[in-house]
């Protein structure tokens, strides 16, 4: 999966924790992105980082923050863990600002009970 | 709002057959449109793109068809296999911003 790895693969917490997914690359890649994939929605971007401490907003961006202290990682935090963030979380990458294609990790089950 | 809108939901398919699978979108700013597949418990991978100054691109039994008028495009697959059972995804991108659809899971039968 292009020098992309994603921990845990699977977590299963309650309500009301904190969560941290971590997404850590090989690439040495400038852009990073968090998407949560839902039946029905497809992949929606939560946030994004253009470089180090450069994060943005997505689409879906309430009840996460996300932080990039060095070049190959990027941390998803849920502060406040509920049921609807139930999903499967996926880091990909991205080169450079003209190349749009984007590399996947293998994803995070998320189940927050 | 859904920006790319995908259809059908899901596919079945006989081996040697067409699958094919259609996008629109409503945001003319998009200008790269790719089309992932996803294999249970593994991440999207880019299988093939075009771009709208383009009406057709093809890579072996992957073409795309893009209709810049109507703001839609299509995935086709020629010759099906069951090793193409997968969940496929169109998207459309443009500054940052990558849009996706909400998938197609095609079975194709032996």
């Known amino acids: 999966d292009a020098g992309i790895t994603q921990s845990p693969r699977h977590k299963v917490t309650e309500t009301g924790t904190p969560v941290t997914l971590r997404c850590h690359q090989t690439e040495n890649h400038r852009y990073m992105y968090w998407y949560r994939q839902d039946p029905g929605h497809g992949l929606r971007l939560i946030h994004y980082s253009y470089g180090v401490k450069d994060t943005d907003k997505g689409e879906v961006s309430d009840g996460y923050s996300v932080s990039r202290s060095k070049t190959e990682d990027f941390l998803l935090t849920l502060e406040s863990a509920t049921s609807s963030q139930t999903s499967v979380y996926f880091c990909a990458i991205r080169g450079t600002s003209t190349n749009e294609k984007l590399f996947f990790g293998s994803g995070t089950q998320l189940s927050v009970l | 709002q859904q920006q790319v809108k995908q259809s059908p939901q899901s596919l079945i398919v006989q081996k040697g057959g067409i699958s094919i699978i259609n996008c629109a979108y409503e945001n003319t700013a998009f200008d790269y449109f790719p089309w992932y597949q996803q294999f249970p418990g593994k991440g999207p991978a880019l299988l093939i793109a075009i771009r709208p100054d383009v009406s057709e691109k093809k890579e072996g039994r992957f073409t795309i068809s893009f209709n810049k008028s109507a703001k839609q495009f299509s995935l086709h697959i020629m010759d099906s296999q069951p090793g193409d059972s997968a969940t496929y995804f169109c998207?459309?991108?443009?500054?940052?911003?990558?849009?996706f659809g909400a998938g197609t899971r095609l079975t194709v039968k032996p």
């Open positions: 998207a459309a991108y443009n500054n940052n911003d990558m849009r």
